[in-house]
């Protein structure tokens, strides 16, 4: 597993190091070794096209009161939402419900164009991690989901580690948890998803190609709850890490 | 990864974001009627409607649009887009377009689809469904609020358009949007596509001209199997 990080004046590659207090802590490539809290967690990837799933595990699907689907509810996001572990997501005044996604991401790794769903892992280099924030009150009934709701700065949580897709054996298996201030809220399992990642790779290359870089974030199960500023939001998978982040206020953003 | 032409001003390169508007010509609105009122609607959009042309729509002059087997039909989506210059972030009305740094044309490409409610991306973002032409410094434009816009399929006029009938001008538009996501130099942000768009079949050849902004051209042809 590797992060991308900045410190000390240029952006570093680095792996996880084991602090001599026992926590675990990045080593640069340069050698340099420091605490988690000491780095800038910048996304793990160059991150190109973002896909995202809407309504991918059933459980979570009948939590909104949505019926069977046909076909994937895939949306668009752009790079500009984007941020890394340990960031910052504004709540604005105004929202009365502004929810996480915990999300399991798939990196694309080579171009993908009308690829069956047996060959679908050959083109997925890693995993990582993803909060894929909503917030409810500004969603509108046209092109569902808007990008008011979903596409807002710092409303993309990922990282904190691209992890190769050679050291996560089942990604089909895997628990996947969100706590908000040390309270479990929300958990699941990658083997409830309606459409795996497999299928999804092959409804997405049979209309668009994939390249290296992109990222689609397959879904989130039930137990969306509604965060406020001062909440520290940490989302888990197995093997994957634990991706932390904090909701602030207008006032930090000078509004 | 962009086919598209030369940008040779500042910020020197086109980011490969490309944001489009719905619903933002007058005539596009106009067209949904009291639609807007009912289900699945309800009620007016508020807020700008925005959607992403991905990076494997983008395309350039020239570029062969892939028309999809199963939708021989396409829809073409003229309309001007912004080329950001500068981070735009709660930038006011009066101040946006000093972020601008240039316009050009965009060919906004759709399968038809008569729901706008939650369509699938298979309608916007298949390869190739987003030519764009080349961009034109802000200084050689001046006022984007009036602007012509014309589509002609196989040398015919097809539709006309004028950024004079956008419900958000451009600076408004960039204002609105800035409140709640920042636009970084080189994204584009199409600003929306007038109603009827003009459909064409694999064989035509597509032009679209914009005032002040030269015109592209791509030609729709049978997707390769």
């Not at chain 1, 997405?204 to 406020?228: C, H, K, Q, R, W």
Request: proline residues 7%; contains cysteine.
């Amino acid at each position: 597993m590797r992060a991308r990080v900045a410190y000390s004046g240029a952006v570093h590659e680095a792996v996880p190091h084991a602090l001599p207090d026992g926590r675990t802590g990045v080593r640069l490539t340069d050698g340099r070794v420091l605490a988690e809290e000491a780095v800038v967690w910048l996304p793990p990837f160059q991150v190109g096209t973002i896909i995202a799933l809407g309504l991918n595990y059933a459980d979570h699907a009948k939590e909104l009161a949505f019926g069977a689907q046909e076909e994937p509810l895939a949306f668009l996001k752009g790079p500009g939402s984007l941020i890394g572990h340990r960031g910052q997501t504004r709540r604005p005044a105004d929202a009365t419900f502004m929810h996480y996604e915990c999300e399991l991401a798939v990196v694309i790794g080579s171009t993908a164009k009308k690829v069956p769903a047996v060959r679908a892992f050959e083109h997925v280099a890693g995993y990582c991690i993803a909060n894929d924030y909503t917030i409810r009150d500004y969603l509108e009934n046209y092109y569902r989901p808007n990008l008011r709701v979903k596409n807002r700065d710092g409303g993309t949580v990922l990282g904190p580690w691209f992890v190769p897709a050679s050291a996560v054996p089942d990604p089909g298996n895997l628990n996947l948890s969100t706590s908000v201030n040390g309270r479990r809220t929300q958990s699941g399992n990658t083997r409830d998803l309606i459409f795996t990642i497999p299928y999804l790779i092959e409804y997405l290359s049979s209309f668009m190609s994939l390249s290296a870089g992109d990222v689609i974030l397959t879904g989130t199960p039930e137990g969306v709850v509604n965060v406020a500023a001062g909440d520290e939001v940490v989302c888990e998978i197995d093997g994957l890490g634990r991706l932390i982040n904090h909701i602030v206020a207008d006032e930090v953003f000078g509004r | 990864m962009l086919g598209c032409a030369a940008f040779d001003f500042a910020p020197f390169g086109l980011s490969g974001t490309v944001y489009g508007t719905l619903l933002n010509q007058r005539s596009a609105l106009v067209a949904l009627g009291d639609a807007v009122n009912q289900k699945p609607y309800l009620k007016p959009p508020r807020a700008p409607i925005l959607y992403v042309k991905p990076r494997n729509t983008l395309a350039g002059e020239g570029h062969a649009v892939p028309v999809p087997a199963d939708s021989p039909e396409l829809e073409v989506g003229a309309t001007l887009g912004v080329v950001i210059g500068r981070p735009v972030c709660r930038v006011s009305e009066t101040q946006a377009l000093d972020t601008v740094a240039g316009y050009l044309i965009v060919n906004d490409v759709s399968v038809p689809h008569a729901s706008y409610y939650r369509p699938s991306i298979r309608q916007k973002a298949r390869d190739g469904f987003c030519p764009l032409g080349a961009a034109t410094a802000r200084e050689s434009v001046g006022d984007p609020g009036a602007l012509g816009i014309r589509v002609f399929v196989d040398g015919k006029l097809a539709a006309s358009a004028s950024t004079a009938d956008l419900l958000r001008s451009v600076p408004r538009l960039l204002a609105d949007v800035s409140e709640f996501m920042t636009l970084s130099p080189g994204d584009v942000l199409a600003v929306g596509v007038a109603a009827p768009a003009p459909r064409v079949r694999a064989g035509a050849q597509v032009r679209i001209e914009i005032d002040k902004l030269g015109a592209l051209n791509n030609r729709f042809v049978a997707e390769q199997l």
